[in-house]
């Protein structure tokens, strides 16, 4: 491809710039955003030397950066938080990968283990992760390359470099494939919110060739789960588990009577390997980073879900040993509750709920617990009837579609349309003042974000910084 992209000018980020610079802040904000704790990233390190700019050193697991580089880029003013945020993520997302090896930003030609396209892909998951983490930097990339070449005094032909105007022009391309990535990764959302699981797996499918964060892997293997779950005309499980999205998900179909089964076999065979995808899904995940909550606690549900309520005491027991905070430990009795009431042992159940205070888990706890008396009150479904503010959506953004297998998605601005064959589904991006949801049964659920009916989701925008909800047509 002619206008490859390479920017390991944005190598490394240091974790001391200077007293007064966030960048420990910012390199923060990046790794949270993949899930990933403070032990499992590279360290961050500054260096006097003036010659390479910026490098990852694989031996050692360090990202070095020149001081030189670091006071160059103050002079893109507000910009250098984003442009930062970019450097430090491309280079975030080299020390991530299973193959390591060392970059060095002044002496590409020198490394033969990289080539152009591994440095492009990392400048679009550098761009994304940085997006996720709430750095829009795709309107300040061309900026920051131009700054790079002057405070180097770079020449525009560098050997084993593509050429400073390819790389320019390769920025719109990379920047419209990060645009993509971040509207799909909103379209996989609203579509998996309103219960089109096999069509968001397809799109978190997609955005995984790009970005194999633990977040896309663990969604599709959430869609695979929810599908399982959703797969013939009855409803196969009494409870609520924390993974669903839809606090009525359940009710929706029938209940199976005791000893009764789907009269259709193919469906028992459909969900046992749905279900199999997804635990797999899962169990990847734990193995490749242990510390990633979501996975345990997924796991945990498909097991239930399963009925296979020993397996899923055995790995509660596992997670307690590795997770202390209070909404982790919150979400732990909640299982821990489904897992007593299921085995008939009411009592044990409501002490597990009795520890849990988080209003959406408590509600939930409240209604798995009503299932065992004969006066079961369904849970509150909101009914939005009032108006509402329209986001603007980013100025980058034009129209656009994009065609995977037999999806099309088109987007302009705050609209969004996917269709497939013979379906076509609208969403609108919408401002819903909290206060008028807050008695809304349940408020948050989990995974990315919440259903309050069926006409309304919400999810949490990095750019925003607030929860921004959308109509469902």
Known sequence: ???????????????????????????????????????????????????????????????????????????????????????????????????????????????????????????????????????????????????????????????????????IESIYLIREEVESLVELFKVGNLLMLSEKYSLSAKLFERISQYIPSMEVLNNIGTNLFLEAMNVGKYNYFEYMLPIEIASDLRLKKPSLLPNQKEPDLLIDKQKEILLRLAENYFKNIISDHPD????????????????????????????????EKKDQLEMMHLLSGISKLMKKDVAKAKSDFNKVTQFDLKQLANYNLQLTSDNLQKLQNCDIQYATNKIVGSPLLQKKTVKIDSLTITWEKGNYEVSTTGSLFKYELVNIDPKYVQNCIPQRLFIMGSQLNKNTVSLFDPIYKKLIYYNVN
């Open 292 to 323: 990633y909550f979501p996975a345990w606690n997924n796991l945990v549900c498909l097991k239930l879900y399963q009925k296979n309520v020993k397996n899923a005491t055995i790995i509660l027991d596992e997670m307690t040993k590795r997770f």
């Open 1 to 167: 491809m002619k206008y490859l992209l390479f920017l390991s000018i944005f190598c490394s980020i240091s974790i001391v710039r200077s007293q007064n610079y966030p960048i420990q802040i910012i390199y923060k904000n990046l790794y949270e955003a993949l899930n990933l704790s403070a032990n499992q990233v590279p360290k961050l390190k500054v260096t006097s030397s003036a010659d390479l700019g910026a490098s990852y050193s694989n031996s050692n697991n360090t990202i070095f950066i020149e001081t030189k580089l670091l006071d160059g880029i103050q002079i893109l003013g507000k910009n250098q938080d984003v442009a930062i945020a970019f450097i430090l993520g491309h280079e975030l997302c080299h020390a991530l990968e299973k193959d390591k090896h060392d970059t060095y930003f002044l002496a590409y030609d020198k490394v033969k283990s990289t080539s152009y396209g591994i440095e492009q892909n990392a400048d679009i998951q550098g761009a994304f992760v940085a997006y996720l983490a709430g750095y829009n930097c795709l309107p300040s990339l061309v900026e920051t390359i131009e700054t790079i070449y002057e405070v180097y005094r770079l020449e525009s032909n560098l050997k084993g470099y593509p050429d400073k105007s390819e790389r």
